[in-house]
């Protein structure tokens, strides 16, 4: 039988308790909202406000001052791959009504998981970081405030984003697809206003290599676009919102598909889903194709020096488009960075909540994870580079998302009908080890130099 709860207002909450006959006669199925904003703005637009954060402007702008178009598809292909693990992450969520750091918790060792916990928190630190610093240059290019000062600023505007959240999470939802599609228009903007010949930029699209470099910066790119904090959150974003719990003798891998009467209702759900990030990580994608083409097609070769930091980018593009370009971009780096950290807050409570089933108040969690970030600011160090370095320590965390998220996804007594199909298995296992090879590649380079 499945039955509705009374869920949260913009959320849905559905549970199988009971085989084909345990219906009522007479009694209604179950069904899903339905509607344009239900289905296209939901959690995956949380998630993908991630893709578009100050490492990615730093690492897409890099690459086309650098090397032009060169690396677009690098860019593209990262972003599918993203796609897919985003997709993965949310129908766990969606199967099992917990989070990835939940589902760990349940399924493996003490020691495992405090080692899990560790390493995601060490991410989120570091998103943080990247997030913070970026929104302070922004407000520096902007204001002229002290780095160290825009950085405190960033964080007390994160603070006050995150009521919206507990309020409903619907709203907090509809914020981040609000920035998303600002940023979008802010590049599209930039890049067909700039003036420069678009043309070239399909040259990027053939795969190719220019030498050690470029394969560290393509690095950089997979590295800043698969996020491994956003798909521990994807899961619990999902779970929260559309709840299954799988009956073992309704829903179970060995149950006969034809003794379901629920499944209609279980696809539908998960065309939801698919929808979802599809749109939203669509999104993200051209946010950041807009970004590096536009940088490709206004620097290289015209202005190399775009490539050393944000601010001479801002520079370039007030010198070579107008003061118009630089504020949009200034404005686009400060919704990046704003975003960026109030969703890296929403992961952190999520790791510490699902791996140790414990939480801290959210004004401690806000001061312990930007700490770093100020003391960065403050010292002086490049803000630049410490973007950059950043990325670089969250390639690390990578791996221990992706495994275990794969491992679970192909396990049928955790997903049910819900178990990836093996070609989804081998596509995600391929996925991982390209992300994981680019990334390793980026670290020997970088020890290496």
């Given at each position: ?40 703005l939901g959690p995956s637009f949380v998630a993908a406000i991630a893709y578009v954060d100050p490492g990615n402007f730093a690492t897409n702008i ?182 299954l719990s799988l009956a073992p003798d309704s829903a179970g891998p060995d149950q006969n598909p034809g003794h379901d009467p629920d499944r209609p ?185």
């Open positions: 039988m499945a039955t509705e709860s009374t869920p949260a207002r913009g959320q849905v909450h559905l549970t199988l308790t009971g085989g084909p006959r345990g219906r009522t006669p007479g009694e209604r199925r179950p069904r899903l909202r339905s509607g344009l904003s239900y289905s296209l890099q690459a086309g001052a650098t090397y032009g178009p060169l690396l677009l598809w690098v860019l593209i292909t990262a972003n599918v791959v993203a796609m897919l693990l985003q997709y993965l992450s949310a129908k766990l969520g969606v199967a099992t009504g917990k989070s990835l750091p939940e589902l760990c918790r349940a399924r493996y060792r003490r020691s495992v998981v405090w080692g899990l916990w560790a390493q995601a928190e060490a991410v989120v630190v570091m998103t943080d970081l990247a997030e913070v610093v970026g929104g302070a240059i922004a407000l520096h290019l902007l204001f002229g405030l002290p780095l160290w000062l825009g950085g405190l600023v960033v964080g007390a505007v994160s603070l006050l984003l995150m009521p919206m959240r507990g309020r409903g999470r619907r709203r907090f939802e509809v914020l981040m697809a609000a920035g998303l599609t600002c940023l979008l228009g802010l590049f599209l903007g930039q890049l067909f206003g700039g003036g420069a010949p678009l043309a070239p930029a399909a040259d990027g699209l053939v795969p190719g290599l220019s030498g050690t470099e470029s394969l560290v910066l393509a690095g950089g790119i997979v590295g800043a676009t698969v996020m491994p904090h956003v798909i521990y959150l994807h899961s619990a974003l999902t779970g929260d919102r559309y709840s209702l279980r696809r539908r759900l998960l065309r939801h889903v698919r929808t979802d990030v599809l749109v939203a990580m669509i999104l993200a994608g051209a946010v950041n194709v807009a970004l590096l083409v536009s940088a490709a097609t206004l620097f290289h070769p015209g202005a190399p020096e775009a490539a050393h930091s944000l601010g001479a980018a801002h520079d370039a593009y007030g010198r070579l488009v107008g003061s118009a370009a630089a504020l949009a971009f200034a404005l686009a780096l400060l919704v990046s960075g704003l975003a960026g950290t109030s969703v890296g807050m929403y992961a952190g409570e999520v790791v510490m909540g699902g791996f140790l089933g414990r939480r801290i108040p959210v004004l401690l969690r806000r001061l312990l994870t930007m700490t770093p970030a100020i003391v960065v600011l403050a010292a002086g160090a490049g803000p630049t580079q410490s973007l950059v370095l950043s990325q670089i320590i969250l390639s690390f965390g990578i791996p221990f998302a992706l495994v275990p998220l794969v491992l679970l996804t192909r396990d049928g007594a955790v997903m049910g009908r819900w178990v990836n199909r093996r070609v989804t298995t081998y596509c995600a296992w391929m996925a991982s080890v390209l992300v994981v090879a680019l990334n390793v590649a980026l670290l020997a380079s970088v020890f290496v130099d």
